[in-house]
C-alpha cells in the first residue's frame, strides 16, 4: 500500500510541477465545480427526462449516480477515511478547497462514470462516447487540481461504472416484471 501511495503521490507532484499552467488553471478549476455534488450530471440527467426519446437515458443516470452517491459518499468514504492528498503529499498544493476530508473513492469521478456508462448504453454511440470522454475529463480534472489521488479517481470510475451497470440490470429486470404482468 505504501508503493500505491508513494506512485499516486508522485504523479500528483508530476501534474503540479509539469502539467500545470495558468491558462488551463482556470479552466480546469471551472470544470471540476461542475461536478460538485454532481449537478453538471444531474442537470444533463433532468434535461433528458424533457424528451420521450431520451427520458430512459435520464431516468437511468439519476439512479446510477444515486447508487454512486450511495456507495461512495455515504459508504466507502467513511469506511475508508483516506485523507485528502495536500495533507499527507509534502509541497503539493491544490487549487480548490475541498470541505470533505476523505478522498477515497472519488466522488466527482463516480457520478461522471455512473452518468456517462448509463448514457452509453441508452443514448446513441457519438453521445455515449462523448459523455465517457467528458466523464474521464471529470477524473483528470480532479487530479490536476490536486484533490485526488490516481488510485481515487480509478476507484471512483470504477464504481461509477459498476452502479450504471446495477442500473441498467434493475431497469431489466423490472422491465421484464412489467412485461410478464401485462401478458398474464
Not at 420521450?52 to 437511468?60: D, I, N
Not at 478522498?103 to 462523448?130: Q, V
Amino acid at each position: 500500500m505504501a508503493m500505491v501511495q508513494a506512485l499516486d503521490g508522485n504523479v500528483l507532484l508530476f501534474l503540479q510541477e509539469v502539467v500545470r499552467n495558468g491558462i488551463l488553471d482556470p479552466l480546469v478549476c471551472f470544470y471540476t465545480h461542475l461536478g460538485d455534488g454532481g449537478r453538471l450530471w444531474i442537470a444533463l440527467s433532468l434535461l433528458l427526462l424533457c424528451f420521450k426519446s431520451t427520458r430512459r437515458a435520464g431516468a437511468l443516470s439519476l439512479c446510477a449516480m444515486l447508487l454512486g452517491f450511495l456507495c461512495t459518499n455515504v459508504a466507502l468514504k467513511h469506511l475508508f477515511a483516506r485523507p485528502r492528498p495536500w495533507l499527507d503529499v509534502a509541497g503539493l498544493i491544490p487549487l480548490v478547497e475541498e470541505p470533505d476530508p476523505n478522498s477515497f473513492p472519488s466522488g466527482h469521478t463516480c457520478s461522471a462514470f455512473a452518468a456517462a456508462m448509463a448514457w452509453w448504453r441508452t443514448l446513441p454511440r457519438r453521445w455515449g462516447a462523448l459523455a465517457v470522454v467528458l466523464a474521464a475529463c471529470m477524473g483528470l480534472s480532479r487530479l490536476y487540481v490536486g484533490v485526488h489521488y490516481p488510485s481515487d479517481v480509478l476507484a471512483g470510475a470504477l464504481v461509477g461504472a459498476l452502479c450504471a451497470w446495477a442500473a441498467w440490470r434493475l431497469c431489466q429486470k423490472l422491465g421484464e416484471k412489467k412485461r410478464k404482468n401485462t401478458e398474464e
